[in-house]
């Protein structure tokens, strides 16, 4: 079988991405011809591809299907998996490691799979054909290219092999029928990219200081920063430090990022966050933004780019995964309303002192902010508690805050922070850093202000500080992961009580369930259907 569903869509989402380009495409047929003969031969259509890439890896979030970052949190202890009462119960599957929650969900993540391939072909498809084009005595440009390429290429398969382990691993624009291959195999390509990345993209090619132009484009601080959750990840799931990079170079990239001066800690957390700074002024019914830091702020490392112009006609650029975490059907300004899941564990609302300025900024406290109209009715696994961090927003009116007429469902523009320069200095004190006590302070300063208290820097004050850190920000279950998965599983596993449509509920997690998975992710059905049985499914989900 040589045309399986993850490349057939790859080589079409590609098709269609150049055919919009310019109109001079329009009318070429087939799209093939147009790839092989008319593109790739000058820098302008390259550096145009690049942006493919780009568009190729903010599709992960804006296409529709169940996000990374999403299935993140409820996979974690952060959070469960909610929803309306009457959804589906795919959620479920993923929060009780369980696929008896609903039978039929076995294709959870094929979208999310088709969507990273999808990215993923668009980068091999340049950095094949870019040999084809002539950069004369420009070869900066051409290793700047390659470099910010490898690196899309790198973090779309760290979340791929994250999720489920054995995959695919291509390389080049194929349509080959290809098998999984052993973890190893896509870290050590994921270094190999990232260390590209970080040696040939200029230090100076999108500097901090031209944020308005340059944010969301990858940088060589951006690839060591990356470089090294990789390294922690791997180590620690697998326990072996046998990736082509030390532990040392990997430390010495992320003192390289503080010495750049390029980043810093906001003083005031909940500026990070539009629902945590904005204020609603009923008067002309708009929100006073002035305490909101904004994209491309100085704490942002790598961003995923959104805007609010996503249509239902091809105009894909909106983060689609925002709404999924907003107040099931409630619009009580500055939130706004979305689909009610991920509601907060109480577990974690427990973790922050009543001193900490990332409580209040984190977390949605749905009685004791008075949030007028919320309808328990209608939540599954109500906690009272639900994100503050990436929610949708609304005006006084309740109307959404994502511009004129345009459909709160799909055109919200929050952009996701990938790496905050806080987890720079958390990584660099994990990692032995001379000055990981100061780094760990750095943090935990801003956190508690004139509350602050030291303590020793060691591992289990550190992760106990990126839990509080970068919740609902996609990190803390690959935290707990690489800590072991029995311990991971130990942590998860609880009983619960919540409300799932007013009436008393449980949500039990039970340990053996995330033991038996190893903690990965089921392979969609359909991607081992289409495979002809080359794909096999991961352990704990057949």
């Not at 992960?60 to 469960?80: K, P, Q």
């Not at 624009?173 to 990232?194: C, F, G």
Request: one cysteine or more; aromatic letters at 10%; glycine letters at 8%.
């Amino acid at each position: 079988m040589k045309t399986s569903k993850i490349l057939y869509t790859s080589i079409l989402a590609t098709s269609l991405f150049l055919s919009g380009c310019s109109a001079s495409f329009l009318d070429v047929e087939p799209m093939t011809d147009v790839l092989e003969n008319n593109f790739y031969k000058t820098i302008d259509d390259v550096e145009m591809a690049l942006i493919g890439c780009y568009d190729g890896y903010q599709r992960t979030s804006s296409n529709g299907n169940l996000s990374f970052t999403v299935a993140s949190e409820i996979l974690s202890d952060n959070c469960f998996g909610g929803t309306g009462h009457t959804d589906g119960r795919g959620y479920q599957v993923l929060d009780r490691f369980d696929k008896a929650q609903s039978p039929s969900d076995n294709n959870l993540f094929d979208g999310t799979w088709t969507d990273y391939y999808a990215g993923i072909f668009r980068c091999n498809t340049l950095l094949t054909k870019m040999e084809e084009t002539d950069f004369g005595d420009q070869q900066s440009i051409q290793l700047r290219i390659e470099g910010e390429t490898r690196f899309l290429r790198a973090i779309m398969y760290f979340d791929l092999v994250r999720l489920f382990g054995r995959v695919p691993l291509l390389t080049s624009p194929t349509s080959d029928n290809v098998p999984q291959v052993e973890p190893k195999e896509t870290y050590q390509l994921i270094v190999e990219d990232l260390k590209f990345a970080a040696d040939n993209i200029p230090a100076d090619a999108y500097p901090k200081s031209n944020a308005a132009n340059n944010d969301g484009r990858v940088t060589p601080h951006a690839a060591k920063a990356l470089l090294a959750r990789v390294y922690l990840f791997y180590t620690g799931y697998y326990g072996v430090d046998d990736l082509p990079v030390s532990k040392a170079e990997v430390v010495a990239g992320l003192e390289e990022i503080v010495a750049s001066n390029e980043f810093a800690l906001l003083v005031d957390f909940k500026s990070l966050w539009p629902a945590a700074s904005y204020v609603p002024v009923p008067g002309d019914n708009t929100l006073d933004r002035s305490g909101y830091a904004g994209k491309g702020n100085l704490e942002v490392v790598f961003a995923k780019k959104f805007n609010n112009t996503q249509n239902y006609n091809g105009n894909i650029d909106g983060n689609r995964w925002l709404v999924m975490l907003g107040l099931r059907n409630t619009n009580f300004s500055p939130y706004g309303q979305g689909w009610g899941a991920c509601t907060v564990n109480p577990r974690l609302v427990n973790a922050f002192s009543d001193n900490d300025a990332r409580k209040v900024a984190s977390i949605i406290d749905i009685e004791g902010e008075g949030i007028a109209g919320f309808d328990i009715n209608d939540q599954r696994e109500y906690t009272g508690y639900a994100n503050k961090k990436y929610t949708p927003t609304s005006l006084p009116d309740g109307s959404s805050n994502t511009g004129g007429d345009n459909d709160f469902q799909i055109s919200q523009d929050q952009d996701y922070f990938v790496i905050r320069y806080a987890d720079v200095l958390l990584m660099a004190a994990e990692l032995g850093s001379s000055q990981a006590q100061n780094y760990f302070n750095l943090v935990r300063q801003r956190a508690y202000g004139s509350s602050f208290v030291a303590l020793p820097v060691n591992q289990t004050n550190i992760l106990q500080e990126r839990r509080l850190e970068f919740a609902f920000e996609g990190i803390r279950y690959w935290d707990l992961l690489r800590q072991g998965v029995e311990r991971a599983a130990a942590t998860i596993a609880q009983t619960q009580n919540v409300l799932s449509g007013s009436a008393p509920d449980q949500v039990i997690i039970n340990e053996q369930q995330v033991i038996s998975t190893k903690g990965l992710m089921q392979i969609p059905n359909n991607q081992i259907t289409l495979s002809n049985g080359v794909l096999t499914q991961n352990d704990g989900w057949n």
